[in-house]
């Protein structure tokens, strides 16, 4: 069979190692867009403490966790997994008690969060934190490197025979698919295909987040003035790809990309960003995930590295990191570990987290040809993987390894 797998993130790429796996002749298309949500992503994998009244979403993230030690395993190579566990850190230990309960309920379901322990001084996991913090400790909760888990699946793919089109996917209403080259390579001259600047379906109110430990409600914050999506322009009718099935996973471009098909699907961008702090001479690579319960994310990673972020920002196709969204950063930060007050700030990155307006990932068939597979927000690279699994049975005509029904569009 031969399968389009549109997106080159961790969902996408997540796909086409299983198509290949699985015999599948695949074609990946990457857009190369700026702001795309993997490069962008902290790492975390820590789904126990999250959608508490959501178990469909919950059920997506948990089971995507457990695949991941056999997911290091196949690949045999380093993605940056590390089980280092999560600290749940508040100033009133009350704060606590919600989560706290709540990992007592999906224990007996879950027991590879491991046995959840109280922190006298959380200081003594993640030196640079407050002395006047609570904490609980999760144990089996682990960080990722996103970028790599994504290159290696790519790499995987690619040893299995699939191959990596760089340019501008394009749908015509039949599903069929045209790939737009970079100017210089082909199709130099004529109007560029790039993604709408506004998302179809935004809603005019902010999600409910549903209870969430780490994902914020989105800052109140007015559009932005459009950045164009980088410097390639795509022009003329493209070059037809060859295709029995056709997985969209382009993130937040994903509903402009199947608009052609006839159907809005109201995918939209929130923007996060984050920031990489290094600590001279420091071993951070087993220091645990932070987690408050308001305020940013930390995570400790080899090379002396510590990740801090992320903003939750609804300001459309706008993938620029701001001085405002650094501040908030920074001083959230700050806040939480202050002994990152002299830490050298390494570099700063920015996402647009893919979300469906209805609340819920979008994952299943929009036609008989064509499916989707978007919409996981801050849970990306949690869940990514998993998800193209997912999408890969689709495209086969396989039973998935879970029922998608509570993810499938809501189109007529």
């Not at 999250?50 to 030690?69: K, N, S, V």
């Not at 969209?248 to 929130?270: D, M, Q, S, Y």
């Not at 700050?334 to 819920?360: D, H, I, K, Q």
Request: charged share 20%.
């Amino acid at each position: 069979m031969r399968v389009v797998v549109i997106g080159s993130g961790i969902v996408g790429a997540g796909a086409a190692y299983y198509l290949s796996r699985r015999g599948a002749a695949v074609t990946v298309v990457d857009g190369g867009y700026p702001g795309e949500a993997t490069q962008a992503g902290a790492g975390i994998v820590c789904p126990w403490v999250d959608h508490p009244e959501d178990d469909d979403w919950y059920q997506l993230t948990r089971e995507g966790t457990r695949r991941y030690p056999g997911l290091v395993e196949a690949l045999g190579e380093d993605i940056g997994y590390a089980k280092v566990g999560a600290l749940l850190v508040a100033a009133d230990p009350v704060d606590l008690e919600p989560v706290r309960a709540l990992l007592r309920r999906r224990h007996a379901g879950a027991p590879e969060m491991g046995d959840v322990v109280d922190v006298a001084t959380p200081s003594e996991l993640f030196p640079p934190l407050s002395d006047d913090l609570s904490a609980i400790l999760v144990p089996g909760a682990a960080r990722v490197d996103g970028c790599s888990v994504r290159d290696e699946l790519l790499r995987a793919a690619v040893a299995q025979g699939a191959r990596v089109r760089v340019g501008a996917a394009r749908l015509t209403p039949g599903g069929e698919v045209f790939v737009h080259a970079p100017a210089g390579e082909a199709h130099a001259e004529g109007e560029p295909w790039i993604p709408a600047q506004a998302a179809a379906g935004v809603p005019d109110e902010p999600l409910d987040q549903g209870g969430s430990w780490r994902q914020g409600a989105p800052t109140a914050r007015a559009a932005e003035p459009p950045v164009p999506m980088g410097a390639r322009r795509f022009a003329g009718e493209g070059e037809p790809l060859d295709a029995d099935m056709v997985i969209v996973a382009a993130g937040a471009w994903t509903g402009e990309v199947c608009r052609p098909l006839g159907v809005e699907l109201p995918v939209f961008p929130r923007r996060g960003q984050i920031m990489h702090v290094t600590l001279e001479g420091v071993d951070t690579a087993w220091w645990p995930i932070v987690l408050p319960r308001v305020g940013p994310y930390l995570l400790g990673f080899p090379d002396s590295r510590v990740v801090i972020g992320a903003t939750v920002e609804d300001v459309g196709f706008a993938p620029r990191v701001t001085l405002g969204g650094l501040d908030e950063v920074i001083q959230a930060g700050l806040r939480v570990a202050p002994g990152l007050f002299n830490a050298t700030v390494a570099e700063t990155r920015v996402g647009l987290r893919p979300v469906y307006a209805p609340g819920s990932p979008l994952i299943g068939p929009l036609t008989g040809r064509v499916v989707v597979a978007t919409g996981l927000s801050a849970y990306g690279l949690t869940a990514g993987p998993f998800t193209g699994e997912i999408a890969a049975a689709l495209a086969l005509g396989e039973e998935p390894p879970i029922d998608i029904t509570p993810y499938a569009p809501a189109v007529g």
